[in-house]
């Protein structure tokens, strides 16, 4: 049995143009046979199932690259480390990695993770377990003294739950990328660099350029893909001349860097969701708010749009991807801002971030041969929207557009289930965040003359 789909329009991101009355055919199995004008397609057999999406905008699932199936919505560094257990991580992952599914992505690349857990969400939805997206799994990422995830004092270091594994020579590196490799991972992610800063103000990079040669040449030899944490200007530096198949972040790009990216030849994910979220959602309350996190964000978002719009302008390929798994970028929800932000701040047409989405964000995919466009030979994982997200890219935040959701040629419905984040996530043991003197509590009833009421 074939399944026929008629539709409106069709973005199947072989080019960049939008095409009225086409047809995609697949087999029982889920591979695409044919993708045309529906003129041309082969007459619908006796048996065969005929889906009609013929008044709506049909275009391939989409991807996200950064998405971190083991955080849980999480508030803080320790909620991502510390609290959960890695079988409750696991679990909680499973269920939000289907929030994805349900917002038009039937993809997604999990870069960094402590234990197994992306690695277990990925081989339970591949075995026919559960349905959810493609997951393409990382383990923890490789990381030193002076990388992203070792948050803590040094007699603390990164311990076992979390999602960095600390190593202390070139060595460890290696082994531990053997070892990841051994359990199945589809790439390595590297913290090639984290907070701290030379005195001049530049982000330190974690590994030297030759120990960032020695890891990626490692990870590819053993047919993975290298991943790298990088925001400051060395260590994408480092990691272009290493090869490195994706950087996220690269804020800080100047000529030498773009010139080196493109002749190493790696795609950027600029993944400015994440900072725009801070500044456009945190509130006055919250701690980062408080610790000045917001108007340093705002700063470092203005620097990258510049840079990475030079970057776009250069030829560099842009992946899109999110960070979503913490408290501002919530599973499900804020996806597709992405798409907006490099339409409206990087300067990509609408056309080029639907790529970005789909056929470039393949590349990165341990599923790269299957996804990522509509054509013969490829995976019937598509959406049908209504509305032209190529006439207004933010109507893929919506989730009513969303109309449909294939995955594999089959629709996927999946049932909205309230539950109790508090359960979930909220683990952390800070109760506070003011510190009340005399002097706080006094100017606090000052702003609030109903505190002083309530006495
Ligand atoms: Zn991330």
Redesign the pocket.
């Known amino acids: 049995m074939k399944t026929h789909v008629r539709c409106g329009t069709l973005f199947s991101a072989c080019d960049q143009e939008a095409k009225p009355a086409q047809t995609l055919v697949y087999d029982a199995r889920g591979i695409l046979e044919f993708v045309g004008p529906t003129e041309q397609a082969p007459t619908a057999a006796a048996g065969d199932q005929v889906l009609d999406h013929s008044r709506q905008f049909v275009m391939p699932g989409l991807i996200d690259v950064?998405v971190?199936l083991a955080y849980g919505n999480a508030k803080s560094e320790e909620d991502i480390d510390l609290y959960s257990p890695l079988e409750f991580r696991a679990l909680r992952g499973l269920f939000f990695a289907q929030k994805l599914l349900a917002a038009g992505y039937t993809a997604l690349c999990s870069?960094?993770d402590a234990g197994q857990v992306s690695l277990s969400i990925r081989n339970a939805i591949r075995a026919g377990l559960f349905d959810g997206p493609r997951v393409s799994a990382a383990g923890p990422y490789i990381t030193s003294r002076q990388s992203l995830t070792d948050w803590y004092p040094s007699w603390i270091g990164a311990p076992s739950t979390s999602i960095g594994r600390l190593v202390a020579s070139r060595d460890e590196a290696i082994e531990e990328i053997r070892v990841q490799a051994k359990n199945g991972v589809d790439c390595v992610k590297i913290a090639l660099d984290g907070i701290q800063r030379r005195p001049d103000g530049s982000l330190i990079a974690a590994f030297t350029s030759d120990e960032t040669d020695i890891m990626v040449r490692e990870i590819q030899r053993l047919g993975l893909k290298a991943v790298v944490?990088a925001i400051g200007r060395e260590a994408v530096l480092y990691a272009a001349r290493a090869g490195v198949d994706l950087i996220?972040h690269a804020f800080d790009l100047d000529d030498e860097c773009i010139d080196a990216v493109l002749k190493g030849g790696s795609a950027i994910a600029p993944?400015l969701t994440f900072q725009r979220n801070i500044i456009d959602f945190t509130q006055a309350q919250d701690p980062a708010a408080a610790k000045g996190r917001v108007d340093h964000v705002r700063r470092q978002y203005e620097r990258a749009c510049r840079s990475l719009t030079k970057a776009h302008k250069a030829g560099i390929p842009m992946m899109a991807g999110t960070?979503s798994g913490f408290a501002v970028t919530p599973y499900g929800e804020w996806h597709a801002r992405e798409l907006e932000i490099l339409v409206n701040d990087v300067g990509l047409s609408p056309a080029e971030a639907l790529c970005a989405a789909t056929r470039t964000n393949a590349r990165f995919l341990a599923d790269s041969e299957r996804v990522g466009r509509l054509e013969p030979g490829r995976c019937a994982d598509f959406i049908a929207l209504d509305g032209s997200p190529l006439e207004n890219i933010s109507l893929l935040l919506d989730k009513r557009r969303i109309l449909a959701v294939y995955l594999g040629g089959k629709r996927m419905t999946l049932p909205e289930r309230d539950y109790d984040p508090r359960q979930v996530t909220d683990a952390a043991l800070v109760n506070w965040t003011d510190v009340y003197t005399q002097a706080r509590v006094a100017e606090l009833r000052r702003d609030k003359p109903l505190a002083r009421a309530a006495e």
Do not use: A, C, E
């Open positions: 950064h971190h870069p960094g944490h996220f993944t960070d």
